[in-house]
């Protein structure tokens, strides 16, 4: 069985597991037949169109 070779500091240890809390801008595109901006790779909320063609009936 593996064991660490080095106890982890405190402070090491405290930032490794503060990074899932990092919050990151989502990323939008400009939905190309409302011109809304909405997210990549997935159906417009608001016209329920994906790949040019209607998808989602509003």
Known sequence: MAVPKRKMSRSRTRHR???WLRIRPTTTVECPRCKEPARPH?????????DGRVVVES
Do not use: L
């Not at 997935?42 to 994906?50: E, F, I, N, R």
């Open 17 to 19: 597991r503060a990074q």
């Open 42 to 50: 997935t159906v417009c909320g608001t016209c329920g169109t994906y």
